[in-house]
């Protein structure tokens, strides 16, 4: 049974800096994508950064120079570090493991950017 869980959100002043953990239980962690993704209210959810089980990323546009996507493979974990935080990017975090046959999606996580 493959279960992720989020942790590191909360409320930040713009400018300022999250780091967002993802623990992941069940085996074969590190051969699998892993990926961030956020869902603001009335939007639809995107893709915010993706590491592939070579340690390969890629970035949405809007976060890039300013997110870094991570993971230890020993420890079942993987890092969003965010820095430069703007107000646009407020919303609810999600963790993702893309394994062969299907997605796996942890509960989510607040990330809020404001004054």
């Known amino acids: 049974q493959v279960q992720l869980v989020e942790s590191g959100g909360g409320l930040v002043q713009p400018g300022g800096s999250l780091r967002l953990s993802c623990a992941v239980s069940?085996?074969?962690?590190?051969?699998?994508?892993m990926g961030w993704y956020r869902q603001a209210p009335g939007k639809q959810r995107e893709l915010v950064a993706r590491i592939s089980s070579g340690g390969g990323t890629n970035y949405a546009d809007s976060v890039k120079g300013r997110f870094t996507i991570s993971r230890d493979n020993a420890k079942n974990t993987v890092v969003l570090q965010m820095n430069s935080l703007k107000p646009e990017d407020t919303a609810v975090y999600y963790c993702?493991?893309?394994?062969?046959?299907?997605?796996?999606w942890g509960q989510g996580t607040q990330v809020t950017v404001s004054s």
């Open positions: 993702n493991l893309q394994a062969p046959i299907r997605s796996y």
């Open positions: 069940g085996n074969g962690f590190a051969m699998y994508i």
